[in-house]
């Protein structure tokens, strides 16, 4: 007697004889008998070509986050950071290259800065009420690595160091193959950014008086006084 297989189905030579008499419904198949297959998990490549798995991430957070990993990668950290509002730039890069223009804005977050005038871009503009919508100009930003002071005597592309004067006033000097070695001075808008220091006595200030009052007793009679009223004091009335 011939002995079915592990699917429970005889050899084709025995099975042929009743194969037609069996309905294809009731056959077990390979694929019930199939254990079930675990779900795969994404694989994110890292760096060094270290792989490992981890859920998937959605397009717009993919997005998202390299997007600001771009942006920290490439920022300028404070103590390099020499260009201000009112500066006058020179552009060293781009389709503006050589052209210059006094930087309106800068935006230290993405190491951006907007010069006036310069790398145009297209907008448009949606209507409102009797205005009808219309495509304006606007500057766009100019990464920081774009953009270079001007020497003020020459005009040229220079790079900036910082100085000490004789009194101590920290300046920025000019440096490079074509600068002048002068001094660059700070814009008015840049000086005047910080709000002044707040001196004397305003209408919200507590008095001197008010502030020096003692409210409680700096000794511990007043906590050993309390702790024995809550001894003497009955169970129902704490």
Do not use: C
Request: aromatic share 4%; glycine share 10%; no cysteine.
């Amino acid at each position: 007697m011939t002995r079915p297989n592990a699917y429970g189905l005889k050899p084709p030579e025995v099975f042929s004889a009743t194969a037609a008499t069996t309905p294809l419904i009731d056959r077990p198949t390979r694929a019930t008998e199939r254990a079930p297959r675990a779900k795969r998990r994404l694989r994110v490549p890292l760096r060094g070509g270290r792989v490992k798995p981890s859920r998937a991430m959605s397009t717009p957070f993919r997005k998202a986050a390299h997007k600001l990993k771009k942006i920290a990668r490439n920022a300028i950290p404070a103590s390099s950071w020499n260009i201000y509002r009112g500066d006058r730039v020179v552009v060293t890069a781009g389709r503006d290259r050589g052209e210059s223009g006094v930087v309106a804005r800068v935006d230290r977050d993405k190491s951006l800065v907007f010069v006036t005038g310069l790398n145009l871009v297209k907008k448009h503009v949606r209507g409102q009420g009797e205005r009808p919508g219309q495509i304006v100009s606007v500057e766009a930003g100019l990464h920081y690595s774009k953009v270079a002071l001007a020497d003020p005597v020459s005009g040229a592309p220079v790079r900036v160091a910082r100085m000490f004067l004789d009194d101590g006033t920290k300046v920025r000097v000019s440096r490079g193959a074509l600068a002048s070695g002068s001094v660059i001075p700070m814009p008015g808008e840049a000086s005047g950014r910080k709000a002044p220091r707040a001196t004397g006595k305003g209408a919200a200030d507590t008095p001197t008086k008010e502030v020096l009052r003692e409210t409680r007793d700096a000794t511990n009679s007043d906590l050993f006084r309390g702790m024995r009223e809550l001894d003497r004091a009955p169970a129902g009335e704490e």
